[in-house]
């Protein structure tokens, strides 16, 4: 199998290292395949392919999709350097408003696997082209997000004062949409 797999405190989130194999004219990698993935669990397909640059100190969430368009995603760094967080919003979850995160870089192969019913955001930590694959396509409608610095969750950002959106500094807290999700991951 080309990957090398770990789960997260979380049991559903799994870091999915790609096995490299280099020569003098560079290297090959499998990103994906699908049966590697089904035999590790995750059985959903992707439907949509997602890049973003973000400079250094850009923090982009903390994000997902509600009903019936929620989104599974795989995400990985090209160029560059994440702290990748994972927030379990699934209310009958032993886990529920834990987080988990993983240092996602170019050098380092990872990937992140996040289901359905999380909560995800990311620091660049460097300039940094990030990728990741969905399993649900993007629905303005059902896009919700949860502030950054929500004190229920307390992430542990390694910044201060990250840049951000308008539109994600307006995030609301968790308790403030709480009831909605319990309708949506109970």
């Not at 959903?44 to 640059?53: E, G, K, R, T």
């Not at 380092?108 to 649900?136: C, Q, R």
Request: proline content about 4%.
């Amino acid at each position: 199998m080309p990957f090398e797999i770990q789960n997260k405190e979380i049991p559903d989130i799994k870091v999915i290292e790609v096995k490299s194999f280099n020569d003098n004219r560079g290297y090959f990698q499998e990103t994906y395949k699908k049966s590697s993935f089904y035999d590790i669990g995750i059985k959903l397909d992707f439907v949509q392919d997602n890049h973003s640059f973000s400079v250094k100190n850009t923090l982009r969430g903390l994000h997902f999709q509600k009903c019936p368009h929620e989104q599974g995603k795989l995400v990985s760094v090209i160029s560059g350097k994440i702290m990748d967080v994972a927030v379990d919003l699934r209310s009958n979850s032993m886990y529920y408003k834990q987080y988990v995160y993983e240092i996602l870089s170019d050098k380092n192969n990872k990937m992140l696997w996040i289901p359905p019913g999380f909560a995800h955001g990311f620091l660049a930590l460097e300039d940094s082209h990030v990728i990741y694959k969905v399993t649900d396509e993007f629905d303005k409608n059902s896009e919700c997000g949860i502030v950054w610095n929500d004190k229920e969750i307390s992430v542990k950002w390694v910044v201060d004062s990250p840049i951000m959106s308008e539109k994600d500094l307006k995030l609301p807290m968790l308790k403030d949409i709480e009831k909605d999700l319990k309708s949506t991951w109970s």
